[in-house]
C-alpha cells in the first residue's frame, strides 16, 4: 500500500476528486492548508498599494491506494489538477506499513 499526497490550487479540487474516484481510489482527506515553494509567495495590489502574502492557500489530498493504482492514481491527480502555470502543487508518493480498520480489526489492503 502506498499513501499518495498532493498540494493543489484550491479551485482544482472537485476535478481531482472526480478523477481520483475513477482511477481507483476509495476514499480521500482533504484539508486546507498555506505553504510556499520555489516562489517563495506573491505580491499582490490592494486598493493601491502592494503586499507580499508569504503563504499561499493550497489544499492537501491523502488518500491510501493499493501499490497496483499508484500510477493511475498518480496520472488522474496530475491531469486534473494541471493548469500550466507556476503553483500548480505536488505529489508524494510514501509507503504504507500496515492498515486497520478499528470497527472490524481487518487488516492489510483488506481495509481499502
Do not use: C, N, W
Amino acid at each position: 500500500m502506498k499513501m499518495i499526497v498532493a498540494y493543489i490550487k484550491p479551485f482544482k479540487l472537485d476535478d481531482v476528486k472526480l478523477a481520483v474516484g475513477e482511477a481507483g481510489a476509495q476514499g480521500i482527506t482533504v484539508m486546507e492548508v498555506k505553504g510556499f515553494g520555489r516562489q517563495k509567495g506573491h505580491t499582490e495590489l490592494y486598493r493601491g498599494s502592494e503586499y507580499h502574502t508569504d503563504f499561499i492557500p493550497k489544499v492537501k489530498v491523502e488518500m491510501v491506494v493499493a501499490e497496483s493504482a499508484v500510477q493511475k492514481v498518480i496520472a488522474a491527480i496530475t491531469s486534473s489538477a494541471r493548469t500550466g502555470k507556476i503553483g500548480d502543487g505536488k505529489i508524494f508518493v510514501l509507503p504504507v506499513e500496515s492498515a486497520t480498520r478499528i470497527r472490524t480489526g481487518e487488516s492489510g489492503e483488506d481495509v481499502l
